[in-house]
């Protein structure tokens, strides 16, 4: 097991360098930012200046290890134009992102789990095909859509629900359903197909000339079979709504991460968009190991491979 | 007293297109199992005997149903059970050894969890009661250490021992019939010598009834006392062993017991020729006339009826005829008959 965890780590590490160049390098073909961010009418002399104040006249590889040894003390750059460290910046957006993919996350889970698995344990009945329209709407339709009509029509026409903006539960319910409406859709085909299949495995089939009830066989002996690539994906599902509810946070106007991220790439904020991918690639990879690490609690396989 | 296990008629067919297509994997199969024996039920790939293993349990994977026959099981009529019936059947008075012991164990629980399953839903038995019936049960099939091997998963066994759990598992609920779908044929060669052996000591012990179902006629021979030969969803013949073995009279078994090796023999393996025809266009007629060396002009056009040869032993084939008294002669008859069929068969 401890074996297991230090070879993961070492990759999640191999994983997090690829990002970083490439971040790195994505940033800087975006332009000059002294000139979004400097007085218009500034002299050249004070542009200079600026360039050399943020490390920016130094060559890329110079630049790219300073970043990087800054990232490994845990010091991701000041922002350009809050003028603030990003770290301090992401943490105080982190709890209204956080907020916001939990609750996409239950909502994604309420829909989707439950419909997955009521469609491969009826297949091909109506509540086969009414879960095969709700997926592929959820597929089909985007959440900046869905939020847009949403507003429209619990606010605008209804005015039962907060147009933008974070305050109570009524702010959160339409944010979290239009970005948990996607992944719950995706959810519930991984469940459907991953029941589907063990369903149709051996040991289900022994499972049941056992004479164990239909519960135990379908919710015990397959359901956990089943639930491995789900969490796999859920857990990668809520790292993305948290770093990556761009749209979504910007629709509803909510101070997340995403919004942050909005901001700095419109501001050309180096320090800002790289610290904030470089956290969200932590995040992902830190996520992913904890998955790895429940797979191999839930798999003894895993668990027990040298 | 009635037999353990009568299955008058019985068919299972696969209806699929909206009732254009019928598969009819089990059409008209009748026989009977007492207490404690053996039936081993041979066939091509395809030829219904696993279809009729799960009309019997009704476990037929959907679109296939029984439409017709019945199947008694020690006096209770089966087909008419619902499936919560049916559950307290299964595994309880019935249990099923698959054929492929690497995917028939779930990998997620341990050993112990699958093997007590049946005797805490069957015999209710709780906590040390459990534990101990498990033990025994490890014990019985011979997996060593089992106080700690229980504790395992199934990936840290190998073939030979899971399909050993099975047979635990299958004896856990304390069944009186087995049914056996080739328990063998995933296994290594030393290994099913063994398995086959553990299996007969089981049923010495237990005495529990087992249907074999297997291609493999020298398992047939080696375990069983009754033999079922199965084609394209009928019995075409069945009898004990040693009368089917000795003096076949259909020519389908004829080529089964000719397609087999025998060790020192020189002689050439005979092929059957031809494949099993679909079962849902059967040809009019014998089902395996096309395929017959002995046809008749009669074979093609009319279905033979089931002839009795002596007691139990019967033949669909217009060539089969009641045996008169003297069993010497129809030994040495059908022993020409094969040589016949070799000829054909070259």
């Given at each position: 097991m401890t074996q297991f965890i230090i070879r993961r780590t070492f990759y999640a590490l191999i994983s997090l360098f690829i990002l970083s160049v490439t971040i790195f390098a994505i940033v800087r073909l975006t332009g000059d930012p002294v000139t979004m961010l400097a007085e218009p009418g500034a002299r050249a002399e004070d542009l200079d200046r600026l360039r050399a104040e943020w490390g920016l006249d130094r060559s890329w590889p110079v630049q790219y290890l300073t970043f990087a040894k800054n990232v490994f003390t845990g010091d991701l750059g000041k922002s350009f134009n809050y003028q603030m460290p990003v770290s301090t910046l992401y943490f105080q957006r982190l709890p209204a992102s956080l907020q916001l993919a939990l609750a996409a996350t239950f909502i994604s889970f309420i829909i989707g789990i439950p419909a997955g698995l009521i469609s491969a344990v009826k297949v091909n009945s109506a509540w086969d095909n009414a879960g095969k329209v709700v997926a592929l709407f959820g597929l089909a339709v985007p959440g900046f859509w869905l939020g847009l009509v949403m507003i429209l029509i619990f606010?605008?026409?209804?005015?039962?629900?907060?147009?933008?903006?974070?305050?109570g539960i009524l702010h959160l319910i339409m944010p979290s359903v239009a970005l948990g409406w996607y992944f719950a859709a995706s959810l519930l085909r991984l469940t459907r197909s991953s029941m589907l299949e063990v369903m149709r495995s051996e040991y289900i089939k022994l499972a049941r000339l056992k004479g164990l009830p239909g519960y135990v066989v379908i919710a015990v002996h397959a359901f956990k079979n089943a639930l491995i690539p789900v969490l796999t994906l859920a857990g990668i599902n809520l790292v993305v709504m948290i770093n990556a509810g761009v749209i979504i946070e910007v629709i509803f106007a909510w101070p997340g991460i995403g919004r942050l991220l909005y901001e700095g790439i419109f501001q050309r904020d180096f320090p800002l968009v790289q610290g904030v991918v470089i956290q969200a690639g932590i995040m992902i990879v830190l996520i992913n190991l904890t998955i790895d690490i429940l797979y191999a609690y839930i798999d003894p396989r895993i668990r027990l491979a040298k | 007293m009635t037999a353990l296990l009568e299955v008058r008629d019985l068919q299972a067919h696969y209806v699929s297109f909206g009732g254009e297509r019928v598969v009819k994997a089990v059409e008209g199969v009748s026989f009977t199992l007492e207490e404690g024996e053996t039936l081993g039920v041979v066939g091509e790939s395809g030829c219904g005997k696993t279809t009729t293993c799960q009309a019997i349990v009704n476990l037929l994977p959907p679109p296939g149903r029984i439409v017709g026959g019945s199947i008694a099981f020690a006096g209770e009529e089966l087909t008419r059970k619902s499936q919560r019936e049916m559950r307290h059947i299964r595994g309880a008075q019935i249990a099923m050894i698959l054929q492929d012991p690497m995917a028939s164990?779930?990998?997620?629980?341990s050993i112990y969890r699958q093997v007590s399953e049946p005797a805490y839903y069957h015999r209710a038995l709780r906590g040390r009661g459990l534990r101990e019936r498990v033990r025994e049960l490890l014990n019985a099939v011979r997996i060593p250490s089992p106080a700690m091997r229980m504790r395992e998963y199934p990936h840290q066994m190998s073939g030979g021992m899971r399909q050993r759990i099975v047979g635990a598992i299958a004896l856990a609920g304390g069944p009186r019939l087995i049914i056996a779908d080739e328990p063998t044929t995933n296994l290594d060669v030393t290994i099913q010598a063994q398995y086959l052996d553990l299996l007969k000591e089981l049923q010495d012990k237990t005495g529990v009834a087992i249907i074999f179902i297997t291609h493999n006629l020298g398992i047939v021979a080696r375990m069983c006392d009754k033999l079922a030969v199965m084609y394209a969803g009928k019995i075409v013949e069945a009898g004990t062993v040693r009368e089917l073995f000795n003096a076949p009279r259909h020519p389908y078994t004829k080529a089964l017991l000719g397609s087999m090796p025998k060790l020192g023999s020189k002689e050439k393996l005979l092929a059957i020729p031809g494949h099993p025809p679909d079962l849902a266009t059967l040809p009019p007629g014998c089902a395996f006339h096309p395929r017959?060396?002995?046809?008749?002009?009669t074979c093609a056009t009319a279905e033979p009826p089931e002839i009795q040869v002596i007691g139990s032993w019967s033949a669909r084939c217009w060539r089969a005829e009641p045996q008169e008294i003297s069993a010497t002669d129809a030994t040495t008859d059908s022993a020409k008959d094969i040589h016949a069929a070799a000829a054909v068969g070259d």
């Open positions: 606010s605008v026409w209804l005015g039962w629900l907060p147009t933008s903006g974070q305050g | 164990l779930n990998p997620l629980f017959c060396p002995e046809a008749l002009p």
